[in-house]
């Protein structure tokens, strides 16, 4: 659905590069996350796919169209729900998704049930720019499913939401995958990447440092680790044990059989982490 051979792009004339010399493949019906920082590079590459930017240097194709040749009927395959929400702060809800419906020469999904889709049922006839900077970024993404995009690119989708909206959120983003639609997710929040996303790509400075599944990357970089809580002299104690450590595998033994055990878990490296010891940079 995706493919990317050697991007690069740069805002100035100084040889500095927002993305350099990048190289990837998203296949159809599949969840991709590009994390990184802000800065990292995440931005510019989303907005080079989605036809914002420029291809300066580099072979890309989206949804089977050539990036060096314009063909604006691509759009018609493709939505995005940004960060920053962009709604049309004069217009209702319902008048801004079915002016954007408007745009496309595809058959469009209902605007009523797109907003009581993300929990804006009910406020259908509200202007947007009396709406709340979770509320537009509700509406903002409603707003990326009208044209049943076969691609989705989406940017930091459940930041700024309750938890519960949060929640409503990824399971809409679930949904339209097993109804076999590719998703671009960008972001830097590795929680809800672990949870979505089918394989990642570590951005940072703009270059890639890795591309895996989740899972891969945990077996690969993350040590397999045991939590335990135990009472030792009246007061509870807390540790965390190595299990392909010999030494703390007889610690644990030792725990167990001299202990009464409050609690006891297996733990893994979190994407977070796994990113840290990849990159040596943090998220933010």
């Not at 240097?57 to 691509?74: F, I, M, Q, S």
């Not at 519960?164 to 590795?190: S, V």
């Not at 006891?264 to 010891?277: C, G, N, R, V, Y």
């Amino acid at each position: 659905m995706i493919t990317v051979r050697n991007l690069s792009h740069s805002y100035s004339k100084d040889g500095k590069m927002a993305v350099n010399d990048i190289s990837f493949e998203i296949e159809r019906g599949e969840t991709f996350g590009f994390l990184g920082p802000s800065g990292a590079g995440k931005s510019t590459t989303q907005g080079v796919l989605t036809g914002l930017l420029k291809l300066q240097k580099g072979e890309v194709t989206v949804a089977g169209y050539d990036l060096n040749k314009v063909r604006n009927e691509r759009f018609n395959k493709i939505g995005v729900s940004f960060e920053q929400s962009n709604v049309y702060s004069k217009l209702t809800a319902l008048e801004n998704l079915k002016y954007f419906a408007d745009l496309f020469d595809v058959p469009t999904r209902d605007p009523h049930e797109l907003l009581a889709l993300v929990g804006l049922e009910g406020r259908e006839k509200d202007r947007a720019g009396s709406f709340s900077k979770g509320m537009k970024h509700r509406l903002t993404f409603a707003r990326s499913m009208i044209n049943r995009p076969e691609l989705w690119f989406l940017d930091e989708p459940t930041t700024g939401l309750d938890p519960a909206i949060a929640a409503t959120i990824k399971d809409i983003i679930k949904e339209e995958k097993a109804k076999g639609t590719t998703t671009f997710l960008t972001t830097h929040n590795m929680y809800i990447a672990d949870e979505l996303c089918d394989r990642v790509a570590f951005i940072i400075d703009g270059e890639i440092r890795l591309i895996d599944t989740p899972r891969n990357l945990k077996q690969r970089f993350g040590q397999k680790l045991i939590e335990v809580e135990y009472i030792a002299d009246s007061r509870p104690v807390k540790e965390t044990l190595k299990t392909i450590d010999d030494g703390d595998r007889r610690k644990l033994a030792g725990i167990v059989t001299s202990y009464d055990i409050v609690t006891m878990h297996s733990k893994e490296a979190t994407l977070e982490e796994i990113f840290i010891q990849v990159t040596g940079r943090g998220l933010l």
